[in-house]
């Protein structure tokens, strides 16, 4: 990571029929609106909100037509209208300097941290927990145990833009602001009513979604007071299992065929069900492998083709893949939110104002199945194996039968997550005058309250290992071999060989219900004060100071069953503990040659209670040679600090395979651990960013942009990877072997972790934003393009040299991201296209591409079947349609992937992660064509 010169400076029918049921009744009321739609203009969007607001994100300088040196995107309101997005989040994502954001479709369950069905926003591919989210510019509360905000609370009905800062801000808000700030800003002086249904169903009849949104403003004592509020309810049915025609059931395995210098790949990406785990049971070692037990219990030999444990390729492996199992694209989602705010000039320079919100979200899905990858032994008495099957482990000597399964008839795991999240804020704020100038004000008290409630349904480990072992009492009853002995012990056998064997009463008895209530709180209170003091020769230099103490809090509590690892998966730990943290900031812009050059200055001194004293910067020029050319640069020192998780976890547990290779490589089940640590220092990040922007006269309503950024990110909070710890363990580390816990027969039941600053993060690229707008004909042409392309994405964990990432589609970052959008308008028809998408990529860059006179396979450089992801390409369609006759009225169609464009295939497995989907969700669109249709109406 060496320096360059830059750097030193730097129910289908049902429910979709009810959606439209309430369209038509609440556009039946909104109708005798009288007052036109006021249609916000996409080509204000282009340019950066400082350019006519007050208060710019990324900046605590207040004035007018100040423009910050850190690079800001704005979504206006145009924008948001024609997409009519489910979830607001889904169009932020869109933009490119977005990375792998947390979204219903890309959780896969979330048993163990309870994340599942929340929107989160990911800057720069850094993490969520990196990218600082703000409501009005005040920090949004957690809505996970891991630190994740969740766009779902916010007040969508109220927002008029979305800025989001591309550079470093922690001087500017403190902890988190690493690869930015994304800052929803309300519209607070908002009067009249509006409101909005809006339904959408997916090109396959399923993922049937509605939405209702009300929202009014109004002001009162003669225009001294405002208030306004708004209510919203959206749903959305989820897609059960895998209903897709694009599933092909890719892994990324060991190549059954190589061999030392025989030209074949060591990876092969192909079709490919298990060995070790079938929907009923499978042998999976000794003279009757491959055996496994069908519907009914009936014994089949597996066609194995070609196969290497745990995958098999070609023969049946459409059997014992997980894709025929219950595992759910997208969860089912409902959610409820109010919102309120009110002001009041007391006089012409105090105002009084607060605000209070609250959101309830529950969402519910079928998690992976209840998989087991061989281990499980099954005794020759055991009353459900068939005689045939019986009459041949007497003959082959067996006793007993080593088999997996992902236990079809149990089903998935059964999720789900419910949160209440309320938001509190008092205020007041005004202005003064002082030295010869205005000063402004402005003081909160902010209470953020986060109830958390998650629940999985796994089965109980003791239960199911009773109830599988079942055998004949005297009378020929099947029992339980542990009733035998203890005959009121209540177990129920169950017949896991094979599908459609299991009964409900059995099924009952193994379920378990581990849950976990969580209650996190945070209290903030701040005080702000900006003015312009005094002038240079070059004008008036305005600055920001101000104060905050927060304080965040966690409390939980979980079931008995839990804190002994009782459950297959989930086993919740209780997260307790709390920090604080006070601050002080102070920021400068200072005028150098009057409207040519001006600088930003910005420090924050902060004091955590958990880690310490941590100083932040930034540095930041503007220079104007001309007025068709902006010059910006910044230099920044952000940090992040160790989130309660983090700090306190108390090992939280969930369940996964691995290849041990203390067994031959054995595919194995096993507890993942992951505690806190209550000595962790918050990370360090520097910025630097160059860019220059571009408006030039002889060509009115162009913008463009380009912006290079660099971030460096040490000290960083991770911890090992669960392979790492294995992996560095089998090569003597003694000190990651006492992480490491095995049975008695040396079977590997455990893997501990706890995050350290021990990683060093690197990305680097350049953003290029160009919008135009121009008149044609009877209407106006508005064009936007954005584009991020990554130069540089690496990962020092420490171990070995930095990895890179770049170009990786299954964990990295693309080489370029982009979104590009047209809209034309003319009178009350406005049409909007937009194309989207990454480019394509690899697995792993280290990795050689071939299928056959391979070059010798090395740990640094392996050989693979193919070393390619596809790109893709979206196209988005919609239209607006305000009716001349129907005043304030305002319809939207629109289609998502139009071409219906099924995800490239991006393989699971060996090496890249492990379970059933066969694409990547993050960069890929799984649900495939969608349309929406929204009604709205303003009076």
Known sequence: MKDSALEI???????????????????????????????????????????????????????????????????????????APENIADLVNQLPGMGTSENPQTQGGQISNGGTGINSLNLRDLGSVRTLVLLDGKRVPAATLTGLVDVNFLPHMLVKRVDVVTGGASAAYGSDAVAGVVNFVLDKDFTGIKTLIQGGISNYGDDENYKL??????????????????????FKQGIKGYPRPWYTGAKLMLNPSYAVGNGQPYYLVAPAGFTTAAPGAIVTTGALKGLYFGPGGTPAQLNTGLARDPYVVGGDWQYTDFGNGPQDIDPRVSRQSVFGYASFDVS?????????????????????????????TIQRDNAFLPQEIVDRMTDLGLNTLNVGTWNADYGGILTETTRKQQRYVVGASGSFDMLGSDWKWDAYYNRNVSNIFNSAFPYVRARYDQAIDAVRDANGVIVCRSTLTNPNNGCVPYNMLGTGTASEAAINYVRGNTWLRSKLTQDVVAAALSGQPFATWAGPVSIALGAEHRREKIRSKVDDLSLTNAYWAGNYKPLNGAYSVTEAYVEAAVPLVADMLDANLAARATDYSSSGYVTTWKVGLNFTPIEDIRVRLTRSRDIRAGNLSELYAEGQTQTASINDPFRGGASTTYFQVTSGNLNLKPE????????VVLRPRFLPGLTASVDYFDIRVKDVLASLSFADI?????????????????????????????????????VRGLDFELGYRVPIGKGDLTLRAMATHYLKSELDNGLTVPNSSLGELRGGVPNWKYRMQATYSAGPISLTAVGRGVSDGVYDVNYIGCENNCPLYTANNPTISTNHIDGTFYVDLSATVTPKALPGIKMVFAVDNVANRAPSVAARGTGVGSGPLDTYGFYFDMIGRRFRVALSAEF
């Not at 979709?16 to 249609?39: D, E």
């Not at 979200?361 to 998989?371: D, G, I, L, R, V």
């Open 9 to 83: 400076f730097a129910g289908k029918k049902s429910i979709f029929s009810k959606g439209i049921s309430l369209l038509a009744l609440l556009s039946g009321s909104t109708m005798l609106a009288a007052p036109a739609w006021a249609q916000g203009e996409l080509g204000d969007s282009v340019r950066s909100a400082s350019a006519s607001e007050i208060v710019v994100t990324g900046s605590r300088i207040m004035r007018d037509g100040y423009d910050a040196p850190t690079p800001v995107s704005v979504l206006g309101a145009a924008e948001l209208e024609a997409s």
């Open 213 to 234: 949104g009300f929202a009014a403003g109004s002001s009162f004592a003669d225009g001294r007071g405002h208030v306004l509020v708004s209510a919203e309810h959206s």
């Open 348 to 376: 012409d320079s105090v105002k009084l104002y607060a605000q209070a919100a609250f959101a309830r979200t529950h969402t519910s899905m079928n998690s992976t199945p209840a998989f087991v990858l061989g281990g499980i």
């Open 684 to 691: 360090k990040a520097d910025t630097f960013t160059a860019g």
């Open 726 to 762: 294995l992996g560095e363990c089998y090569r003597g580390d003694q000190l990651l072997c006492s992480q490491i816990e095995r049975d008695s027969n040396g079977v590997l039941t455990v893997i501990n972790r706890t995050p350290v600053n021990f990683q060093a993060r690197l």
